[in-house]
């Protein structure tokens, strides 16, 4: 479904992606690992067209490089950003209505935010709450959810579970097989790399903004290397 070919990143300066180049297979869960820096949130942004970037990205057979971001959500892949950036002033109502209102409305609309609001119940108690009033957990919902409004066929998660209770972690990951199991492809950036192994089919290892390893996600979870550095106690 995606398919990333000599992706690089710069910040003035400095090199954040240096080349990068990755699958993602319909239907799957593709993790990307790698430490603080190592251009993770680089690449999912470089993806979706929220920081200029050279080499090709293709979505479906079709290259979406140089697209607007806008543009890319409107091809079917969305990004729920690290650290949530829900709008804290407005209410989870509005927040829904922004993922959503560019690809959908009258009864389309209505019926998305529905199908949110049954997926995360919590949501649907708190839809007149201002988003920066909820917690931590529920601020990452929100996230999610607006990502959803869009109806992407792939949606890329930076981070999901960072700053999480384990409880809400737990739910995190069981909603991320959940959306696989209805059939959505996932491109996942995660630090807590046990457990994102344990859902990932495929997964690539970053360090320095270059692939150094890579494999099915049972294996890399055997790697010598994924264990010294992502797997230690």
Known sequence: MLEVSGLKVRYGEVAAVKGV????PRGAIVVLLGANGAGKSS???AIAGLVPATGDVSFEGKSISGLAAEDIVRQGLSLTPEGRRVFPSLSVADNLHLGGAAHAGGDELKRRIEAELDRFPILRERYAQKAGLLSGGEQQMLAIARSLMA???LLLLDEPSLGLA???VDKVFELILGLKGKGLTILLVEQNAGRALEI???????QTGQVVLKGPGAELAQSGLVKQAYLSE
């Open 21 to 24: 180049d990755l699958s993602v």
């Open 43 to 45: 690449t999912l942004n």
């Open 151 to 153: 109806a992407p066929k």
């Open 166 to 168: 384990p409880l809400i």
């Open 200 to 206: 990932a089919d495929y997964g690539y290892v970053l």
